[in-house]
């Protein structure tokens, strides 16, 4: 059974940072393409960001959001910088085609 554990999120200020870990059980993922989307308030669920060889980002983070893994911790990061405030939401981390988490909140404001 696939499971995905998010933590790290919180509440910062507009331009603050946070670093989203995800620690995958029930895989080598290190075989696996693995990703973020994220669902506000009232709006659809958004990818964020996907790693699979090669490296995906919805426009609105790039430059700011850094996906990554560590196959030997069989964990996924994101780290998300210049935070902004339409950036609030749930944060999940997913395994295409197999699971994803329970979600992490991540609030942005003054």
């Known amino acids: 059974q696939v499971q995905l554990v998010e933590s790290g999120g919180g509440s910062v200020q507009p331009g603050g940072s946070l670093r989203l870990s995800c620690v995958v059980s029930g895989i080598f993922l290190n075989y696996f393409a693995v990703g973020w989307f994220r669902q506000a308030p009232g709006k659809e669920r958004e990818g964020v960001s996907c790693l699979d060889g090669k490296t995906y980002y919805v426009d609105s983070v790039k430059g700011r959001f850094t996906i990554s893994r560590d196959n030997t911790k069989n964990t996924v990061y994101l780290q998300m910088n210049s935070l902004k405030p339409e950036d609030t939401a749930v944060y999940y981390c997913?395994?295409?085609?197999?699971?994803w988490g329970q979600g992490t909140q991540v609030t942005v404001s003054s």
């Open positions: 997913y395994v295409p085609w197999l699971s």
